[in-house]
Structures are given as structure tokens and as C-alpha cells.
């Protein structure tokens, strides 16, 4: 299935560095979500847009930067991470419908390292 | 109290079993609920949405109780291929809310 894609799907990177985690939906949604999935906890929404707007930002880190150039494509750039913040990034994309039911369709995951 | 509870499991079936499991959400304005399901190291994928009345798709039956603020999964004639964690998810005003999870593991 290649409905939402996210590249690269592993990476390891050091705590100095900067990397960016690429999202592409090939659905025709409206809205698109970063989550972070630890082990064994809940999965826990970082960012909404809805319309390439940011329309939430769940109290995370300003060391995690979103970026919506358009409705199909998301990106989470990534600085001076912490080694707790190692865990597998999820991208989804939803429609948007006036029966407010929203079902949302994952990308594959980015599984980050920090070391 | 979290959004959204589940019993982590697991529960071991045998191939053929039925197996059933809830979910609680404490946010009575809840609109939307659905069941995704997510194998070991891949993505969740929407397993079916819930509907006031319950439903059916194929061996799983959905179950939506609003008075008492619980949905259920039922599998039933369970297969090698249903082993997975399963999770709850429950719209609210703006958001999807996620359980943890339940793992269920079929064996031969």
C-alpha cells in the first residue's frame, strides 16, 4: 500500500545533529498528523494541520519542527535531540467530512535512534 | 483517569476461539470510535469503524456502549494471521485519542 509514505524509515543520529522525517499522502486528505509511539505506551499526537495549517501542537519540544509546504506533504525536522526521544514516528492523513467522522491512515514509520 | 483504557493482554487463544475484549473512554462527548489494528514494528491500520448500533465485518463484530462508555471487539473462529495488538481509538471534539492497546496471540 502506498497511500501515505514516509522516508527514511530507520535512523540513527546523534544529538548534535539535524535531521529531517518526510511524510507524503497520496489520498487527497485535508489534514495530516506527526505522532510518537514509545514502547508498550499509547500512540501521542505532536502536531495537526489541517489545510497545511498548523492547528494543534501538543506541548512538544522545540526541538521537534514541523513543516506542511502543502496538503500532501509533512515534515518533522529534528535538532539536538535527547536519547528518550529514540521511538517510531508516525505520520497519518485523514479526510475531512462534514459527519466529522475522521478515520486516519498511517504511513509505515520512521524508527529514530538517538544516540 | 486516561482517555482511553484497554487491558494490555495478552490474551492467547487457539486457533478457531472466539476472543473478546473492551475498551473505556472517559470523555462522554465522544463522537467517533473505530478498532485499528497494528502488527509488531508496522503502522496502525484502521480495522473497522463503530457504530452506534454495533457491527459487523466478516469474523469481527463491534460493540458501542455510550451509557456505559465502553466499545468491544469480538473475533470470532479466530485465525494465525488475527495475532496482533489492537488498538482503541476514540474521537473527541478535536482529536483521536489511542489506547495503549491489546495484544491477542492465536496459536496453531
Known amino acids: 500500500e502506498t497511500g501515505v509514505t514516509q522516508t527514511p524509515r530507520h535512523l540513527v543520529m546523534g544529538m548534535t545533529n539535524k535531521k529531517s522525517l518526510k511524510c507524503e499522502q497520496h489520498?487527497?486528505?485535508?489534514?495530516m498528523y506527526w505522532y510518537k509511539q514509545s514502547a508498550k505506551k499509547p500512540l501521542e499526537l505532536m502536531f495537526v494541520?489541517?489545510?497545511?495549517?498548523?492547528?494543534e501542537n501538543n506541548s512538544v519540544p522545540s526541538r521537534f519542527s514541523p513543516e506542511c509546504p502543502n496538503s500532501s506533504h509533512l515534515f518533522l525536522h529534528l535538532h539536538t535531540l535527547q536519547p528518550e526521544d529514540s521511538a517510531l514516528y508516525l505520520c497519518?492523513?485523514?479526510?475531512?467530512?462534514?459527519?466529522?467522522?475522521?478515520?486516519?491512515?498511517f504511513g509505515p514509520g520512521t524508527r529514530l535512534t538517538v544516540t | 483517569r486516561k482517555e482511553v483504557e484497554q487491558d494490555p493482554g495478552p490474551f492467547n487463544v487457539p486457533e478457531g476461539a472466539t476472543v473478546a475484549f473492551n475498551c473505556t473512554y472517559s470523555n462522554s462527548a465522544s463522537q467517533s470510535f473505530f478498532w485499528y489494528r497494528q502488527d509488531c514494528r508496522k503502522e496502525p491500520k484502521l480495522l473497522m469503524s463503530v457504530y452506534s448500533s454495533g457491527n459487523e465485518d466478516g469474523r469481527f463484530t463491534a460493540q458501542l456502549n455510550r451509557a456505559s462508555q465502553y466499545i468491544s471487539l469480538l473475533i470470532r473462529d479466530s485465525k494465525l494471521s488475527d495475532s496482533a495488538t489492537y488498538l482503541c481509538v476514540v474521537k473527541g471534539d478535536y482529536k483521536l485519542s489511542f489506547g495503549a492497546g491489546t495484544t491477542v496471540t492465536v496459536r496453531a
Open positions: 489520498l487527497g486528505h485535508n489534514a
Open positions: 497519518a492523513s485523514s479526510p475531512r467530512r462534514a459527519s466529522g467522522i475522521e478515520e486516519q491512515y
Open positions: 494541520y489541517n489545510f497545511k495549517e498548523q492547528t
